[in-house]
Antibody, heavy 122, light 108 residues
Framework: QLQLQESGSGLVRPSQTLSLTCTVS??????????WSWIRQSPGKGLEWIGH???????TYNPSLARRVTISVDTSKNRFSLRLTSVTAADTAVYYC??????????????WGLGTLVTVSS | EIVLTQSPATLSLSPGERATLSCRASQSVGTYLAWYQQKAGQAPRLLIY???NRATGIPARFTGSGSGTDFTLTISSLDPEDFASYYCQQRIDWPRSTFGGGTKVEIK
């Protein structure tokens, strides 16, 4: 059974960089018809897709965050990572990683990690 | 960006009652719409994909319908475990999908 687990710093200072990792277990991150996404949830903005990566390293980002986001994959460790630079209080949220099917006709985000709360504060 | 509007924001019902949740898109998404359930303190869980297909392990009391801009999630008879928040997600603009603001189904 595929499982995802987020890890990383729960407290980030304003203007600094948020870094999170999602470790995939129970399956291979290099599975061809799959992409790996980061999604966040804050009280103010609800659920927001941040971006995704394929096992080969190709990425797509939410245009609203693209200037500050980098998502990368490490197939040797079966994990992918998120970096968000120049954070502000508006980036405070629960961050989830999730598996997604490729294409509009895919089923959706399934499964999700448990989520990790990241607070931006000095 | 495709905007999804969910209504009502909160639905107060009793166990055994029927719940009807709405999701309206700002432009047609065909049937490329998914529904998720989120219980307090948990991650969302995929319920319905392509507007009307139940995901693996989802009980038959959950039914999705609609196409174009108007979609409905119906829970035929609320079980105590169904009191949660529900979100729709459009996939026609994949991978730049967007979510609705959610409907909370609470115990009356």
């Amino acid at each position: 059974q595929l499982q995802l687990q987020e890890s990383g710093s729960g407290l980030v200072r304003p203007s600094q960089t948020l870094s999170l990792t999602c470790t995939v277990s129970g399956g291979n991150i290099s599975f061809g018809s799959t992409s790996w996404s980061w999604i966040r949830q804050s009280p103010g903005k609800g659920l927001e897709w941040i971006g995704h990566v394929y096992y080969g390293g190709t990425t797509t980002y939410n245009p609203s965050l693209a200037r500050r986001v980098t998502i990368s994959v490490d197939t040797s460790k079966n994990r992918f990572s998120l970096r968000l630079t120049s954070v502000t209080a508006a980036d405070t949220a629960v961050y989830y990683c999730a598996r997604d099917d490729i294409g509009a006709s895919g089923k959706g985000f399934d499964p999700w990690g448990l989520g990790t709360l990241v607070t931006v504060s000095s | 960006e495709i905007v999804l509007t969910q209504s009502p924001a909160t639905l107060s019902l009793s166990p055994g009652e029927r719940a009807t949740l709405s999701c309206r898109a700002s432009q047609s998404v065909g049937t490329y719409l998914a529904w998720y359930q989120q219980k307090a303190g948990q991650a969302p869980r995929l319920l319905i994909y392509e507007a009307s297909n139940r995901a693996t392990g989802i009980p038959a009391r959950f039914t999705g319908s609609g196409s174009g801009t108007d979609f409905t999630l119906t829970i035929s008879s609320l079980d105590p475990e169904d009191f949660a928040s529900y979100y729709c997600q459009q996939r026609i603009d994949w991978p730049r999908s967007t979510f609705g603001g959610g409907t909370k189904v609470e115990i009356k």
